[in-house]
C-alpha cells in the first residue's frame, strides 16, 4: 500500500476581510530519523574505551619502580662524582697558584742572597786590592841597599 502524501492547508484571514489559504506537502519520514542518536552512541562508546584504555596504562609496577630508583640512584652518582671533581679541580688549582707563589717567593730570596754575596764579594776583592797596594808600597820603601863589603 502506497502511503499518500499529507497536505497541509493553513488558512488566514486579514482585518480588512480578505482570505488566503495555502497549501503544503509534508513528508511523513520528517520527525522519525534515529541518526543522531547512533552518532551520539558511537561516540559515547569511543569515550568511554578511551578512558578505559588511559586508566589501565597509569598503574605503575613494581619492575618500574626499582628502575626508576636505580635510575635516580645513578643520576645522584653522576652528579656527586661531577660535584667532586669540580671541586678536586678548584683545590688543584688552588695548589698551584701557591706553588707558583713559593717558587716566586723562592726566586726572589735566591736573588737576593746572590747580590748579596756578590757584593761581599766585591768588597773582599777591593779589601785585598787596598792590601795589596799597602804590602807593595811597604815593599819598596824597605828594600836594603846592598853593602860594599
Excluded: C, H
Excluded at 46 to 55: E, H, Q, R
Excluded at 88 to 114: L, M, N, P, Y
Amino acid at each position: 500500500m502506497a502511503e499518500e502524501p499529507i497536505v497541509e492547508r493553513t488558512t488566514t484571514e486579514s482585518p480588512a476581510g480578505e482570505r488566503r489559504e495555502d497549501m503544503r506537502m509534508v513528508d511523513r519520514r520528517r520527525g522519525g530519523s534515529a541518526t543522531g542518536w547512533w552518532i551520539a552512541a558511537l561516540v559515547a562508546i569511543i569515550a568511554v574505551a578511551g578512558l578505559f584504555f588511559m586508566y589501565s596504562q597509569n598503574f605503575v609496577g613494581q619492575s618500574d619502580l626499582m628502575a626508576a630508583r636505580d635510575e635516580g640512584r645513578a643520576s645522584a652518582m653522576v652528579e656527586n662524582a661531577a660535584t667532586d671533581a669540580q671541586s678536586a679541580a678548584a683545590q688543584a688549582s688552588e695548589a698551584s697558584a701557591k706553588a707558583a707563589s713559593s717558587v716566586a717567593d723562592a726566586t726572589r730570596a735566591a736573588a737576593e742572597r746572590s747580590a748579596a754575596s756578590a757584593e761581599q764579594t766585591a768588597q773582599n776583592a777591593r779589601e785585598a786590592a787596598a792590601s795589596a797596594t799597602d804590602s807593595a808600597a811597604d815593599a819598596t820603601v824597605t828594600v836594603p841597599e846592598p853593602s860594599p863589603n
